[in-house]
């Protein structure tokens, strides 16, 4: 995901963090356009569990879906021109549609491969490749751990507080992999520390929607120690994560 800069200014992590905002906000529009449940009332993790895809597989397309939300909004390098601050909302949502999630490519979520190679392709780090970065495997065993302990949970319990701890959850890795795919070069460090920025965010609030999840009748407290534990650490890991790329960026590193 490169392109050139709106200008010749180099972006830091603010910029980036103001800009990321409003791609989220273009995007939520985006995927009430193509979601099977435009209302909102089934969250997306439940729906690719119920298309009988395994946890891993459920994590994967959603992930993928994420990011492909993402870069509908962010421009090729020839159309990123600072005279033109907005886009053509029309262009985006109806332009190769099939590529960000319709029924028409719905196999290529099964597969999980290309969006791992959106995020590697231009990266230049020690990871190499973000299946190497720890808090993304971190983030994901988690999730995928949640996944799995949630499809236990009967219906009655699954309350909104329910749906959005778990959606949380799978939201945390896709920032981090959404991070990633920026690299680590100077002119674009900024954007992969405010999507880890975006991470550091989703893991507080997973921690608190958890807590407050502490004492409904579906936790064991075996599975809520365990889960507080990893949650917590993998959101301090996350939180030194975005210190080191801070560091990275004020030195000039490429």
């Known amino acids: 995901m490169h392109f050139d800069n709106f200008d010749d200014e180099l972006w830091d992590e603010f910029k980036w963090e103001a800009h990321l905002n409003e791609v989220e906000r273009k995007s939520e529009q985006l995927r009430k356009f193509i979601a099977s449940d435009p209302k909102g009332n089934v969250p997306r993790w439940i729906t690719l569990l119920n298309e009988s895809l395994s946890e891993d597989d459920a994590y994967e397309a959603f992930i993928e879906e994420e990011l492909l939300m ?50 590697n392709e231009f990266v230049d780090s020690e990871y190499a490749a973000l299946e190497n970065l720890p808090i993304y495997n971190n983030a994901k065993d988690l999730a995928v751990d949640i996944l799995r302990w949630a499809e236990l949970i009967p219906e009655k319990f699954q309350d909104s507080g329910f749906q959005d701890f778990v959606g949380d959850t799978l939201k945390i890795g896709a920032k981090i992999a959404g991070g990633f795919s920026f690299g680590y070069e100077h002119d674009y460090i900024g954007a992969n520390i405010a ?45 030194v994560h975005v210190q080191e790329l801070r560091e990275r960026f004020n030195l000039g590193l490429d």
């Open 70 to 119: 993402d870069e509908a909004y962010f421009p090729e390098e020839e159309d990123w021109d600072d005279d033109d601050e907005d886009w053509d909302e029309d262009d985006f949502l109806f332009r190769d549609i099939e590529d960000l999630g319709g029924e028409e490519e719905e196999d290529d979520f099964d597969e999980g491969e290309e969006w791992k190679s959106l995020t």
């Open 195 to 239: 999507y880890s920025k975006k991470a550091l965010q989703i893991a507080n609030r997973s921690l608190e929607k958890l807590q407050s999840l502490k004492r409904k009748k579906f936790f064991d407290r075996e599975v809520y120690q365990d889960f507080h534990s990893r949650l917590f650490e993998l959101r301090n890991d996350i939180g």
